[in-house]
């Protein structure tokens, strides 16, 4: 395993200008213009980022990938050739937002997953539990059964993101206790459950700011952070990658 990766999800955020002026500072810097560095951009600005990122070492992400890996009638949505078309290096998969408001479940997630490894794209599989589950103490269970799908899936071509739904964007982060904890019950279950092995990547997010990304980068089974807010701030983002690249 080759240093932190560090994925940038900008959402349903920015529009072509901005998209551009973002792009553009984390290519001018070194901390952002390298490998283990990536941005998730809206689908409808990849080609254009892909176009500007080439020649970087920034690598191009999407949030999303179709379930369905043919071309034909499927209104609305992106294929996974076609991402990997346009130059993306990973895509994200079952993001909360996405099990939330578009009702993805694991068996979508799994056509999604194989779609991406097929076409030469690699998944990032998001788990996490809600603030009630984890209330109820149901959190590893609702894990567990996230990550279920990766026993169907040979290899470990993918890279999982442990993102707890309560603290996406609410500026709530989950204490490094917490997240020492549910990173090493990820990889022991990929070491029980998978043939990845050791040397799956688990990425944390939730929150992740310049202020609190050294410490949890330096936290164990820590591979990484995906990036929501923070990274729409090509200074915040910076300080992020920075961290993580001092720990290589
Ligand atoms: C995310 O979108 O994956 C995320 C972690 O968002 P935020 O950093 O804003 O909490």
Not at 45 to 57: F, T
Not at 81 to 91: H, I, K, N, Q, W
Request: proline residues 1%; hydrophobic residues 45%.
């Amino acid at each position: 395993m080759s240093g932190k990766l560090v994925i940038g999800n900008w959402k349903m955020n920015t529009r072509g200008d901005g998209a551009r002026e973002l792009a553009a500072a984390l290519l001018a810097d070194s901390a952002t213009n390298r490998e283990g560095v990536g941005i998730a951009a809206p689908a409808v600005y990849l080609s254009d980022l892909a176009r500007q990122l080439a020649g970087g070492r920034l690598a191009l992400a999407a949030q999303d990938v179709s379930r369905f890996a043919a071309d034909g009638a499927y209104t609305g949505e992106t294929s996974a050739s076609m991402l990997a078309d346009v130059g993306c290096r990973y895509t994200l998969v079952g993001h909360s937002e996405r099990r939330q408001y578009f009702g993805e479940d694991n068996a979508a997630l799994l056509a999604k997953m194989r779609n991406a490894a097929a076409a030469g794209v690699t998944p990032v599989l998001c788990v996490g539990e809600t603030l009630a589950e984890r209330e109820a103490g149901r959190h590893l269970a609702v894990i567990a059964d996230q990550l279920a799908i990766l026993t169907e899936i040979a290899g470990d071509g993918y890279v999982i993101a442990y993102e707890p739904v309560w603290a996406i964007g609410t500026g709530k982060v989950a204490t490094l206790e917490q997240i020492a904890e549910i990173h090493a019950f990820i990889k022991n279950w990929c070491l029980q459950n998978t043939d990845g092995s050791d040397k799956i990547r688990v990425l944390y997010g939730g929150s992740v700011k310049a202020e609190n990304a050294e410490a949890i980068l330096a936290t164990k089974n820590v591979d990484g952070a995906l990036v929501g807010g923070a990274s729409l701030d090509a200074d915040s983002f910076r300080v992020i990658c920075q961290a993580a690249g001092n720990m290589i």
